[in-house]
């Protein structure tokens, strides 16, 4: 959707390295934030359960197992049965490595040699003798788990006179992110004694580029899935809008090389137990009763299904908002209405040919040409009562970028789309934190204004991230805590611990971190977000103290020093293409930085009438906003842009500096 730069003169709202080695991840935790929660009921909540470490996304139920943490630093069986998920043993040989043991996978456990662990993992049937093992197999929160799509159980004792773990899971997804919160519990080399039942409240959850600029790299691509699939999300959507074989040249078939690329994707989103779901945008040309055009989908979709994909997405947003071609318009007529009808004529033959006809294929699913609002309209009622009801809808809130969605709005949609008695699936795609509309800018605040219960309503949520595909981990990492568990996220322990694991564990990196995230907190003017927080706390505290005539606190010089060593600092975060992503924007900052430390050294120099160096001050001051306000972010359409950061609380602390200092 159209999210994106509006043109020169116009007003508008708001003025690739790899992620790391396979293995490295591995080795991260989340350090901080908050520990896990036990929740009887999916919108209830308890405290957090002592002794367990923070899990993200939070479980619906967590306890503190009885007896001792089982180590996996030394011999570790891994006991997978036959056809057990290899992605899956996979990640279980890594963990284990990474914590300095040596894995050995068998199929069944006979006389485990004296010191070593055991790992149980696979589907509810296979892991049920390992759970009646540790008398786990009547406890009702981990059968309820056990019958839940993509559930999984984890539980840690004694078996066969040996520590042991169990991770089942209700199906080969429900395994992997068994692994994934395994990942998350280990300490010191040994998995913590937990009782977790688990699974996700929202059916699709995931990521879809879907934004305008400067499309992703591919390594991009597949590190941003690795990401995905981690934090439990189960879909990439393959959507860029400056890609020209979904849009412009949609009929085009890919070459071989484009293809080996796309294959690429599609294995490692198998591998990380992601749907690649591939979208095409046929809606710029499209002559939706012309029966070549159809054929021409049809044979789009099944090339990419010949590689493996097995879920599709017709966008036809950002299009003529009428009926176009001489066909169309003596089938259908003119009319929004007609738009409509003619486009649910198209899309249901696309389904009728192509999606009922294959096996193992997901619901096909649409952006409507009006993709935002719940109120009814001539075209949306047309669409809910001539759109084969199994096809579903993408909706981005009641406006294109929605500060807010609420249930009530879901729920409104979904029967604007479909019928008071037939309601349409809705997969919402939030406009957050996507930047295309604001090039300049970054949006590092927590994904916020999303009800905790939209999982009474919709199918499924996918975030639209920024143009800068490592700057947007922290969002996409909420995405994921929010869409699995909603009544459970907390914006601000969310963030804290997806900031900590792109960070890593060096406390000067996660300061940085956290230092530049303050800087690009302003999302919209929404005051939910408000302007660098932290920021502004110190620089407030400054001028209280400044004005009061007291000494000052110190906190604002030791932001500005920490400011000037962002280009030093985050290069070494354990994912360092966020510093690649941020170059320009922690230039800035250091720039703003030196600014800040010599506006303090001037103001000083005012109070006991040092005029000289009150006037060199001065002049490093001006300097750095000059070098701060430089054009140096390149963009694919605007040119090059200056960064902006702040939120305007940095020029106007300078400012102010430089009037309290004037000689006048």
């Known amino acids: 959707m159209n999210t994106a730069p509006i043109a020169s003169g116009a007003k508008k709202r708001r003025s690739a390295l790899l992620l790391v080695a396979a293995g490295a991840l591995t080795a991260v935790l989340v350090v901080t934030g908050w520990f896990a929660v036990s929740r009887g009921q999916p919108d209830g909540r308890d405290g957090g359960v002592a002794g367990v470490p923070s899990i993200f996304p939070v479980p619906q139920h967590t306890r503190a197992a009885t007896g001792g943490p089982v180590p996996l630093n030394g011999h570790v069986y891994v006991v997978a049965p036959v056809?057990?998920?290899?992605?899956?043993?996979?990640?279980?040989?890594?963990?284990?490595?990474?914590?300095?043991?040596?894995?050995?996978?068998?199929?069944?456990?006979?006389?485990?040699?004296?010191?070593?662990?055991?790992?149980?993992?696979?589907?509810?049937?296979?892991?049920?003798?390992?759970?009646?093992?540790?008398?786990?197999?009547?406890?009702?929160?981990?059968?309820?788990?056990?019958?839940?799509?993509?559930?999984?159980?984890?539980?840690?004792?004694?078996?066969?006179?040996?520590?042991?773990?169990?991770?089942?899971g209700r199906d080969n997804d429900g395994v992997f992110h068994a692994v994934q919160t395994l990942r998350q519990i280990l300490k010191n080399g040994s998995a913590a004694a937990v009782q977790i039942s688990d699974w996700p409240l929202i059916e699709t959850r995931g990521v879809i580029e879907g934004f305008y600029g400067t499309p992703w790299s591919h390594q991009a691509r597949l590190d941003v899935i690795e990401f995905a699939g981690r934090q439990k999300m189960n879909t990439y959507i393959y959507s860029p809008k400056d890609d020209p074989l979904l849009r412009e040249k949609w009929r085009a078939l890919y070459t071989n090389q484009e293809l080996g690329?796309?294959?690429?994707?599609?294995?490692?989103?198998?591998?990380?137990?992601?749907?690649?779901?591939?979208?095409?945008?046929?809606?710029?040309?499209?002559?939706?009763?012309?029966?070549?055009?159809?054929?021409?989908?049809?044979?789009?979709?099944?090339?990419?299904?010949?590689?493996?994909?097995?879920?599709?997405?017709?966008?036809?947003?950002?299009?003529?908002?009428?009926?176009?071609?001489?066909?169309?318009?003596?089938?259908?007529?003119?009319?929004?209405?007609?738009?409509?009808?003619?486009?649910?004529?198209?899309?249901?033959?696309?389904?009728?040919?192509?999606?009922?006809?294959?096996?193992?294929?997901?619901?096909?699913?649409?952006?409507?040409?009006f993709y935002n609002g719940s109120d009814s309209t001539p075209y949306k009622r047309e669409l809910g009562q001539t759109l084969n009801p199994g096809i579903v809808v993408q909706w981005t809130g009641e406006d294109v970028v929605s500060h807010r969605i609420t249930l009530e709005s879901a729920q409104t949609a979904a029967v604007t789309y479909g019928s008071p008695g037939s309601p349409r699936n809705i997969v919402i795609w939030d406009n957050y934190p996507v930047n295309d509309f604001s090039q300049d800018h970054l949006f590092m605040a927590p994904v916020i204004g999303r009800d905790a219960d939209l999982y009474e309503s919709i199918r499924g949520v996918v975030t639209n991230p920024m143009i800068e595909p490592y700057l947007s981990l922290p969002a996409i990492f909420n995405y994921a805590d929010l869409a699995w568990n909603g009544p459970a996220y907390d914006p601000s322990k969310s963030m804290d611990a997806a900031l900590s694991l792109i960070a890593g564990s060096d406390t000067e990196v996660q300061a940085a971190v956290r230092a530049f995230a303050d800087l690009n907190q302003d999302w919209q003017d929404d005051d939910l977000t408000p302007s660098a927080p932290e920021l502004r706390r110190d620089i407030d505290q400054f001028w209280s103290d400044y004005d009061a005539g007291r000494s000052p606190s110190g906190a604002l010089k030791a932001r500005a020093e920490l400011l000037q060593r962002l280009p030093e600092l985050l290069p070494r975060m354990a994912v360092p293409g966020f510093a690649e992503d941020a170059t320009h924007w922690v230039a800035a900052a250091a720039h703003y930085g030196r600014g800040m430390e010599e506006a303090l050294v001037m103001l000083e120099a005012r109070k006991r009438g040092d005029t000289q160096a009150v006037t060199e001050a001065r002049i490093i001051i001006q300097d750095a906003l000059k070098a701060a306000a430089a054009k140096t972010q390149p963009t694919l359409e605007l040119g090059v842009v200056t960064p902006v950061l702040g939120d305007g609380e940095l020029t106007s602390f300078l400012e102010r500096a430089l009037q309290e200092a004037s000689p006048n």
């Open 261 to 369: 690329d796309l294959r690429e994707l599609i294995d490692a989103a198998s591998a990380n137990h992601v749907r690649f779901t591939y979208a095409l945008s046929p809606g710029i040309d499209v002559c939706y009763s012309r029966e070549a055009d159809l054929e021409d989908a049809v044979a789009k979709l099944e090339s990419l299904y010949s590689l493996g994909v097995r879920s599709f997405v017709i966008p036809l947003d950002d299009i003529a908002t009428k009926v176009q071609c001489a066909e169309d318009l003596r089938e259908f007529g003119s009319g929004q209405a007609n738009l409509a009808k003619a486009q649910a004529a198209f899309l249901n033959e696309v389904n009728e040919r192509f999606i009922v006809a294959k096996d193992g294929i997901s619901p096909l699913q649409t952006v409507p040409t």
């Open 83 to 168: 056809g057990t998920d290899q992605a899956s043993i996979a990640g279980l040989q890594d963990l284990v490595a990474a914590a300095g043991g040596t894995s050995e996978i068998v199929t069944a456990m006979s006389n485990p040699r004296e010191g070593a662990s055991a790992v149980y993992v696979g589907t509810g049937a296979t892991a049920a003798p390992a759970l009646k093992a540790l008398q786990l197999d009547s406890d009702a929160e981990m059968r309820d788990a056990l019958g839940r799509a993509e559930g999984y159980a984890l539980a840690t004792g004694r078996a066969d006179g040996i520590p042991t773990a169990v991770l089942a």
